[in-house]
């Protein structure tokens, strides 16, 4: 039977105003598991002004330190209930429970903690003016934050915003993808379980068009975080506009994973595959695009390919799976056009290419998909795909390497494999991207900053430098000349 879902405002489960409903499917049985509220601008209204009251009330009466410990149990809850809340990531989702249970829910559990030790620590200043003044700065909250969320990481990118937003004293507005709704209304259920005060973490479901478009133009919101696609963050740019809105955008990327001859190959190989294949390729940090010496290209290419044949999609729910469903119907279809187009601009295929079966006849599986022989001017070397497709281009040398790897409009991640200490820094060091991995792929710490350089987008998720985005500094002048 699937479970029924209200939205949370004020500490409380209610309806949508117009009673409308939306189902959430299963995209490894394609089975409905759940129904949620499809919620109006009536109910966007009840929630903003329930985060109104609580940011100018109970929130705002709290002592950081006393709000850090709300925080942090959050963090804790979030592990106790770690097993039930990773099987409703993995249900909605399709990712491998593997994935969900030990990396993602304790990732998410670990950013409260870290963000609740900042709570009491964010400080403002005193700055030495000329004249007889003194002069200090307070560092505030911002106001009402909506958190925007997209469908691959559901509850991991939801943790990366609301976690610093409470800790630095906000109050927040979650608005799940309407495909994975069920661990963001989890985390409302442990708002009320530590005892968050009402109002202070609301959830609100449904289609992004409509109520994303509700609380990107509301007047009572002060700060949109989004992530998401990056023609949708264009739109929230415009809609944010209107109000002039604080406004963070983590949005796609074309990530480029450089392979060098003086790599340690095997690495490297282990490197691209988990680089591309690791959430299926949902991952917007991706390594999409692999540049490889052409000096060692078809020895490398046959090595990932090998590799890449023995990775089979499995019944996500088992322990055993590391690569699930695509998360939807629609992304599976997005996936494969991609795949003919690729063949039809001349990309060699070498391993995968087809939708995949596990045995049930059900479920949107993909097999894991190398293209070889791909020029930088093709499609699959320019757009995103949000799979598991990898486009492997070659290079001549160090500089068009990194030519080839800045020749995109994203910027959010990249990576270098190479034995020579000089050579990976010099090429870090002119890569246009937030993140830039060396000899490794697709590590991340809450205590390190992660975020897009060009169209990827702009501001910081984690560390202390996302604490700048939820909080405004105050100056403040006091008269001392007697
Ligand atoms: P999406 O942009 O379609 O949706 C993201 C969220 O925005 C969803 O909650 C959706 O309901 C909502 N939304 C949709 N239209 C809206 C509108 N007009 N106004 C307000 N909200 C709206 O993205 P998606 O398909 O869910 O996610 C995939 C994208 O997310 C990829 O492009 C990927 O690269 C990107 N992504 C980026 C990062 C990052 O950190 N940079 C991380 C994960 C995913």
Redesign the pocket.
Known sequence: MPTQHKLFINNEWCDAAGGKTLDVINPATEEVVATIASAESSDVDAAVQAARAAFRGPWAKLSARERGRLVWKMGERLMERADEIARLETLHNGKPIFESRQIEIPAAAECFQYYAGWADKIQGETIPVKGNYLTYTLREPIGVVAA??????PLL?TA?KVAPALASGNTVII??????PLTALALAEIALEVGLPPGVLNVIT????????F??EHPGIDK?A????????R??MR?AAGTIKHLT?????KSPNIVFPDADLDAAVRGATTGIFYGKG?????GSRLLVDQSIRDEFVDKLAARTKKMVPGDPMDPKTRLGAIASKS?LERVLRYVDVAKKEGAALVAGGSRADIGTGKGYFMQPTVFAGVTPAMTIARE?I?GPVLATIDFADVDEAIERANDSNYG?AAAVWTRDIKKAHYVASRLQAGTVWINTYNIYDTAAP???YKQ??FGR?MSQHALQHYTQVKSVWVDLNM
Do not use: H, M, Y
Not at 148 to 153: D, L, R, S, Y
């Open positions: 925007i969320v997209p469908w691959n990481f990118l990366w608005k799940p993808a309407s495909q994975t449904g289609p992004g068009a409509r109520v994303g478009q609380l990107v949109i989004f992530t998401g696609d990056t023609s949708t963050g739109e929230i809609g955008l983590e949005l796609g990327g949902e991952v917007c940090a991706a992304q995103e949000f959010l992660f975020g897009g990827s987008g998720e």
